[in-house]
T-cell receptor, first 113, second 113 residues
Framework: AQSVAQPEDQVNVAEGNPLTVKCTYSVSGNPYLFWYVQYPNRGLQFLLKYITGDNLVKGSYGFEAEFNKSQTSFHLKKPSALVSDSALYFCAVRVVYGNKLVFGAGTILRVKS | DTEVTQTPKHLVMGMTNKKSLKCEQHMGHRAMYWYKQKAKKPPELMFVYSYEKLSINESVPSRFSPECPNSSLLNLHLHALQPEDSALYLC????????????FGPGTRLTVT
């Protein structure tokens, strides 16, 4: 079965420092991986996706993610964190059969000034 | 336009009431989704419509009844809900196919009293 794991409930980082939010996946076949962000009392916003090709994917708001097939990981990164990046982040994988996304448990990112 | 709209933003209803949630998108997407989300948890898929036909029902209780009147609109009819049904209800849409991201609306905050 397709699944993703986010091993950290919360990540704390100082403003201006690089940030990483971790995600590992388990899929049969080629993975279709996504990152979403959710601000309080809002819907989810799409950040980026990996379908095929270059292992470094660039997305919205300066975020990028690195796909690593050998480690089955898809970590979200940003070179310099902003206080406004503080939010709930979800990694997700597309289920091959059926039009479904399977989400990780989510990681709260707190950026302190 | 990458916007999914949902009405109402907030809804309070008693356990004997009948109400409806509405979702609309004008991106030409032929897949639409209903999710339920509890605080700080990942969204839980409820229903998927593909080309205006119900393609996935994740064993949702019959007190939730989806409807897709046309390719732009998605409704969720509510009847005889329970307090544990209180949650954020999210609508999403996407192009059909594994590589396409879903676009989410802002959600309806439902409280069942």
């Amino acid at each position: 079965a397709q699944s993703v794991a986010q091993p950290e409930d919360q990540v704390n980082v100082a403003e201006g420092n690089p940030l990483t939010v971790k995600c590992t996946y388990s899929v049969s076949g080629n993975p279709y991986l996504f990152w979403y962000v959710q601000y309080p009392n809002r819907g989810l916003q799409f950040l980026l996706k990996y379908i095929t090709g270059d292992n470094l994917v660039k997305g919205s708001y300066g975020f990028e993610a690195e796909f690593n097939k050998s480690q089955t990981s898809f970590h979200l990164k940003k070179p310099s964190a902003l206080v406004s990046d503080s939010a709930l982040y979800f990694c997700a994988v597309r289920v091959v059969y059926g039009n479904k996304l399977v989400f990780g448990a989510g990681t709260i990112l707190r950026v302190k000034s | 336009d990458t916007e999914v709209t949902q009405t109402p933003k907030h809804l309070v209803m008693g356990m004997t009431n009948k109400k409806s949630l509405k979702c609309e998108q004008h991106m030409g997407h032929r897949a639409m989704y209903w999710y339920k989300q509890k605080a700080k948890k990942p969204p839980e898929l409820m229903f998927v419509y593909s080309y205006e036909k119900l393609s996935i029902n994740e064993s949702v209780p019959s007190r939730f009844s989806p409807e897709c009147p046309n390719s732009s609109l998605l409704n969720l009819h509510l009847h005889a809900l329970q307090p544990e049904d209180s949650a954020l209800y999210l609508c999403a849409s996407s192009q059909t196919g594994l590589s396409y991201e879903q676009y989410f609306g802002p959600g309806t905050r439902l409280t069942v009293t």
